[in-house]
């Protein structure tokens, strides 16, 4: 009897040790960027597919709908086209480094010509998913701006964005693409698009 539940014992010990590396396989890392240096706050980055080639180029602001103004966040169809740079904003914390995991802010570096603002919005209409836009409100009237925050989290070889929206609960989706008459919109989607930050 002793024998067993000496062995009893080990068997529980050893499944405890062997699966805490798991448990702790989610925490926080800086990102970084295509050269391997840490992403930070006070630089500007394109984000651009980890895979180049015919999946399209870097992540700019355009026209879709029936919008007159460029405030829909899109992939562009070129694949040469870095697009136009982003700038990450750190919530709560005073550090540069951006970590996975970590909410965050997203704008385009250059400020728009039409839209109150660029920094990144969840818009909701009668599109088949929320998209990602810029701006406030004022900029998508008749739509639902959705709160909540942006991460980096790790994906595969590299990373994909994610948005947090925040009700009575909050709950968090992938960032991936819709191709639209005009555009590849990014939106909230169980397809993520993965990708890579390129310091300017």
């Not at 998508?140 to 595969?156: A, N, R, V, Y």
């Not at 990373?159 to 909050?170: D, E, P, S």
Request: with cysteine; aromatic share 12%.
């Amino acid at each position: 009897m002793k024998v067993a539940v000496s062995l009893t014992l080990s068997f529980f010990l050893f499944a405890f040790t062997t699966n805490l590396p798991l448990a702790f396989s989610d925490v926080s890392a800086k990102v970084v960027d295509s050269q391997g240096r840490p992403v930070s706050s006070a630089a500007k980055y394109y984000i651009l597919p980890f895979f180049s080639g015919p999946t399209g180029g870097g992540v700019a602001v355009g026209k879709a709908g029936n919008s007159t103004c460029d405030a829909t966040v899109l992939q562009t169809t070129d694949e040469s086209d870095r697009g136009q740079a982003v700038k990450f904003s750190t919530r709560g914390t005073s550090s540069d480094a951006i970590f996975t995991g970590q909410p965050l802010d997203i704008a385009f570096a250059d400020e728009p010509l039409c839209a109150s603002s660029s920094k990144w919005v969840v818009v909701s209409d009668d599109f088949p998913e929320a998209w990602v836009g810029i701006g406030g409100a004022e900029d998508h009237p008749g739509k639902k701006i959705m709160s909540g925050t942006f991460k980096i989290e790790k994906f595969d070889e590299g990373y994909k964005l994610v948005f947090c929206a925040t009700t009575t609960t909050t709950t968090c989706y992938n960032i991936g693409r819709h191709d639209d008459v005009k555009g590849r919109r990014l939106v909230l989607t169980n397809k993520p698009f993965q990708v890579s930050f390129n310091h300017i």
